[in-house]
């Protein structure tokens, strides 16, 4: 009875306080110059409209996505104000110089529509204002133009066309921006009346945020506080082997984006750096005043000057070639590789080179492997130049096992020689094909037995900037008359590796090929050639760019004596189709306008004429959010079959989130889950994050009816030449290191089902922090019958587990376990293998901090 009456007591106390809450109070609207003006749009509430209260503080409900990351992405004086169309619209300046004006809006202040950076105005946008007109329902905007102190607007009615900008009078402005006193300081804004609920659902926003937050910083760093009253656990799970439903067989894939020196230097075996000589500053930004056509190349020895010259080049694509004069012979011209040239002893390398003659005698030259002590470890020589460019192609063998070996090519004769694309090769690539891929690098990415590859990227697809989009045709075909460009992580692609050869190492490792295409727009946060976004590929030179992408699926696709493309994949070497039957269009791209009109373009082209392929549309770069919100009504709209999803998260975030797929509407487009990983600070790939990816994983599996397929990114990264940690294989010029995280993928990619079998997890236990460290999922293979048990326990205790089978049938009492399990921090781990007898009920433990894996194999009479 008494806890009857301090029910009702708190009831009526709730009661009151909700009936005691205002109809309305005054909200104030603002930015902050915290940060630069990144921090985006803030608001605070008042009774009385002298007393105010943050919420948040310094809570961005929206922030500009305008350009790139650092020095754009600024809110700077947003002005908001309620339309006739019952929305909130925000207005803002972008920067100090910016001829646009960024525009967003929302329902309720919450969730935020896509945003637009019109170009309004000759000189730049500050302090901007809008003021609504009910009787002709338009917006005026209103702005300074701080070059000339001149006030200019325009007007529109749905922010998406604007009259053409012209003088506004001083006393047309509103002038309506009020300084207010805030707990932390003063800040000028707008001051508005709503309805309590409104401040009430921006609390609650700021309230549920936090929460997540507080949810998702769980780390195993704290568990020995977070589990100290944990006992010994018991639990069961009951395979329902007669009931299962069909999931994606394409569920463990890999990204690979030439990130990290990934490519050129890395899974691409060339052995010399800058082999064509085109590296140019604008490759770092102009930051490395050494990265020029001569940088990795050095002229050892006297009697010869080297310079770099483009008058006549082999192909116009590749127009900078080196030029030697040689007075005295006794010079070399030196490249020591990629920070040195691994040799093995006896095996073979294909030496090729450009050359001509200039002018002089024509000698030729010598070309050897010389070791650090300047032993000649292989050695070669041409026969004399002729006045016309001429391949050269030698074989040469190692006489040693060296690291750090260089190459040395010295003219034999006085005279001036043109060099070019001087290319060294091992014969022992991943399958011996030339211009292969590396073979050890190669292979650990075919162990995970990936299901495709996605590439080229990333952001590698969409670049930095309309120049920087990646083009497949400037990748295929001759190596010298490809196209190599900057990448947009800063370095040099030769694209020596391009689609020929991630077509061909698809196919040899039986992984569809997924390539990503840029839906006509560069990466958002592009600084070079115009900020972000801003204009996409012209519309005028969009029917081109569509025809490309059409004449990428006949060249993978179409016969090679009929077709176009068809033919010059067949003269490229490769008769046989490709088979192509995906292909990703835009990469967590900023879904704008312009972002709309471009993907709608390629994607009803591709629909009306390759019905066949799947096209796979993006979602932006985070799990929530305008982009995630506004890509997916897109996606809908135009019933795209399947959407790219991206995100980063903290192991935490993982952990929390077991049931995200679980809530996904299944009549919808299907999911391509193409970039994620969990991030810890310091970016470790270790135990604990790979726990986190593989319990994830097995919410992947279970909701393989609806997500496709998933890659966790990036793939490869060169010690020493980071731009991203974490990666889930590491290397340098002579030794793989896979990550803990590797050995997840692998497990899963070695280990996958096309069925889903249902099973029923027991824990003894209610409290949720537990329940959420331990999952399960269970798959059957149709091909071979297999029913495999993947079981991840991210607990500091073992757990004793009891798996029981409804129907063991035809599978073997001996079954090949393997677990995963060290210290959550453990990096580079291995998983251990050993055989259990199982049967239709059999016990099982599963470590502290572990992923078990139990295959049972189905006996075949
Ligand atoms: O995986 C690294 C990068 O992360 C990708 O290039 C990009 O798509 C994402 O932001």
Request: proline share 5%.
């Amino acid at each position: 009875m008494k806890k009857f009456f301090s029910l009702l007591l708190l009831l009526s106390s709730c009661f009151q306080l909700f009936a005691n809450e205002p109809d309305s109070v005054y909200l104030f609207s603002y930015a902050t110059t915290k940060n630069a003006g990144h921090n985006g749009l803030h608001f605070a509430w008042s009774m009385d409209g002298k007393n105010w209260k943050a919420i948040g503080p310094e809570f961005g409900f929206v922030s500009s996505d305008f350009g790139a990351w650092g020095s754009q992405k600024r809110m700077l004086t947003p002005y908001l104000t309620k339309g006739g169309d019952g929305l909130w619209h925000a207005v803002w300046s972008l920067n100090e110089t910016e001829p646009s004006i960024a525009h967003a809006a929302s329902a309720d202040l919450v969730h935020w529509k896509r945003q637009s950076y019109p170009v309004v105005s000759k000189g730049n946008c500050v302090n901007p204002e809008i003021r609504f007109d009910g009787n002709s329902q338009q917006f005026a905007l209103t702005w300074e133009n701080s070059a000339d102190k001149k006030i200019v607007g325009c007007e529109t009615n749905d922010f998406k066309t604007y009259t053409p900008s012209h003088s506004i009078n001083m006393t047309d402005r509103k002038n309506d921006r009020q300084t207010v006193e805030l707990p932390e300081g003063t800040s000028t804004g707008l001051v508005h009346r709503v309805a309590w609920s409104q401040v009430s659902l921006l609390l609650k926003t700021v309230e549920s945020k936090r929460y997540w937050e507080t949810l998702n910083a769980e780390r195993t760093t704290d568990d020995a506080v977070r589990f100290a009253n944990l006992r010994p656990l018991e639990v069961g799970l009951h395979i329902q082997t007669g009931s299962s439903k069909s999931i994606s067989d394409l569920l463990t894939g890999v990204f690979f984006e030439d990130i990290n020196y990934s490519a050129d230097g890395g899974l691409y075996a060339e052995l010399i750096e800058n082999r064509d000589f085109e590296y140019t500053l604008s490759d770092k930004d102009g930051r490395d005043k050494k990265w020029i056509s001569s940088h990795s190349w050095s002229l050892e020895g006297s009697g010869s000057t080297f310079t770099i010259d483009t008058v006549s080049p082999i192909h116009s694509n590749n127009p900078h070639f080196a030029v030697l004069n040689t007075t005295q012979v006794g010079a070399g011209l030196v490249n020591s590789g990629w920070e040195g040239i691994v040799l093995k002893k006896g095996e073979k390398y294909d030496l090729s080179l450009f050359a001509k003659q200039l002018s002089g005698k024509s000698g030729g030259v010598s070309v050897s492997l010389i070791g650090k002590d300047g032993s000649v470890l292989a050695q070669t020589s041409t026969g004399g130049f002729s006045q016309a460019w001429k391949k050269w192609n030698f074989v040469l063998t190692s006489n040693a096992d060296v690291t750090d070996a260089k190459l040395r090519i010295k003219p034999l004769a006085t005279g001036v020689l043109a060099l070019d694309m001087i290319s060294l090769f091992p014969q022992n690539t991943f399958m011996g094909r030339k211009n292969g891929l590396r073979k050890d690098l190669a292979e650990v990415i075919a162990d995970i037995h990936p299901k495709f590859i996605r590439f080229p990227g990333g952001c590698v697809s969409h670049g930095d900037g309309l120049d920087n989009i990646y083009r497949w045709k400037n990748t295929i075909g001759p190596l010298e008359a490809r196209k190599p460009m900057r990448n947009i992580w800063n370095y040099h692609q030769t694209l020596g590796l391009g689609y020929q050869e991630f077509f061909q190492y698809c196919e040899d490792i039986g992984a569809q090929p997924l390539p990503v295409i840029a839906a006509g727009v560069p990466c958002q946060n592009s600084h070079n050639g115009g900020p972000g976004q801003q204009g996409g590929i012209p519309m005028c030179d969009m029917n081109q760019y569509v025809q490309d992408i059409l004449d990428l699926v006949e060249w993978a696709n179409g016969d090679a004596k009929t077709t176009k493309w068809g033919k010059i994949r067949a003269q490229n070497g490769h008769p046989k189709p490709f088979n192509l039957k995906y292909v990703g269009i835009g990469n967590e791209d900023l879904i704008t306008d312009i972002f709309e009109e471009r993907f709608t373009m390629i994607f009803k082209a591709m629909k009306e004429k390759h019905p066949e392929i799947t096209v796979i549309g993006t979602v932006g770069p985070f799990y929530e959010g305008t982009d995630y919100d506004e890509g997916w009504a897109l996606a809908s709209k135009l019933q795209v079959p399947m959407v790219d999803e991206h995100y980063y998260e903290s192991p935490g975030w993982f952990i929390n989130h077991q049931d995200f797929y679980d809530k996904y509407d299944r009549t919808k487009s299907k999911v391509y889950l193409g970039e994620y990983a969990a991030h810890l600070p310091g970016r470790p790939n270790n135990l604990e994050t790979a726990l986190a990816e593989a319990l994830y994983m097995t919410t992947l599996e279970r909701n393989g009816d609806v997500v496709s397929m998933a890659s966790y990114a990036p793939m490869l990264a060169k010690e020493g030449n980071t731009q991203w940690t974490p990666d889930m294989i590491y290397f340098n010029n002579s030794e793989v290191k896979p990550t803990t995280g590797y050995q997840v993928q692998k497990l899963y990619g070695q280990n996958s089902g096309d069925q889903y079998v249902t099973n029923n997890l027991s824990v003894p236990s209610s409290d949720e922090k537990v329940l959420k460290r331990i999952a399960t999922s269970v798959v059957r293979d149709s091909k071979t019958g297999d029913l495999i048990v993947k079981m991840v326990n991210l607990l500091p205790i073992s757990v004793k587990i009891q798996v029981t089978l409804d129907a063991f049938g035809n599978l073997a009492a001996q079954a090949e376990r393997t677990v995963l399990t060290g210290k959550p921090d453990g990096r580079n781990l291995k998983p251990v293998v050993d055989n259990i007898v199982t049967g239709p009920n059999f016990p099982c433990e599963l470590p502290a901090y572990s992923f078990t894996l139990i295959r049972l194999k189905q006996i075949v009479n």
